[in-house]
């Protein structure tokens, strides 16, 4: 179930990039509080603790498998070494699309951010929120 839901972040990260492009292209006529980068930020966070969830999930299974076969003096199965590294393949595939959205989110901190028609105190509210988005990618190991 955890594979499934690594494949799944994955096509929902990539529409998640495609919408962060359409915002980005009209940032300064869009209230960034109702359709903008706050609802944005806040399904991005979420599919991060999804994410974060199965990969545990994953690391978990495998150790409990491993832990199994050592006190059962058996080799693991094949079909089960080959699924752990296919997960971890598709969770290093999602981390690197993470840190390059991530390195976007950066940018446009850095270089959009005064062009943003909005009160200060929703731009730090903003800002925190994305800062606190890419520091949530900090807490997935980038390989298994």
Same mark, same amino acid.
């Given at each position: 179930m955890?594979?499934?839901i690594?494949?799944d972040?994955?096509v929902?990260?990539g529409k998640l990039?495609?919408r962060l492009?359409?915002?980005?292209?009209?940032?300064g006529?869009?209230?960034?509080m109702?359709?903008?980068?706050?609802?944005?930020?806040s399904?991005y966070?979420?599919i991060?603790?999804i994410i /974060?969830?199965a990969?545990?999930e *994953?690391v978990s299974a495998?150790? &409990?498998? #491993?832990?199994?076969? %050592?006190?059962?003096? /058996?080799y693991?199965?094949q079909v *089960?070494?080959?699924?752990?590294? &296919?997960? #971890?393949?598709e969770? %290093?595939?999602l981390? /690197?699309r993470?840190n390059?959205?991530?390195?976007v989110?950066?940018?446009?901190?850095?270089?959009?951010?005064?062009?943003v028609?909005?009160?200060?105190?929703?731009?730090?509210?903003?800002?925190?929120?994305?800062?606190d988005?890419i520091?949530?990618?900090k807490?997935?190991?980038?390989?298994?």
């Amino acid at each position: 179930m955890a594979n499934k839901i690594i494949i799944d972040a994955n096509v929902t990260i990539g529409k998640l990039s495609e919408r962060l492009g359409r915002i980005m292209i009209k940032h300064g006529k869009i209230d960034h509080m109702k359709t903008g980068l706050f609802p944005w930020a806040s399904e991005y966070t979420d599919i991060k603790d999804i994410i /974060i969830g199965a990969y545990n999930e *994953i690391v978990s299974a495998h150790k &409990n498998t #491993i832990d199994f076969c %050592s006190s059962k003096s /058996i080799y693991p199965s094949q079909v *089960i070494v080959t699924d752990f590294a &296919n997960s #971890i393949a598709e969770f %290093s595939k999602l981390k /690197i699309r993470l840190n390059v959205l991530d390195d976007v989110l950066k940018g446009l901190l850095e270089d959009l951010w005064d062009d943003v028609q909005s009160e200060d105190v929703q731009k730090g509210r903003l800002e925190k929120a994305m800062r606190d988005n890419i520091e949530k990618t900090k807490e997935l190991p980038m390989y298994g």
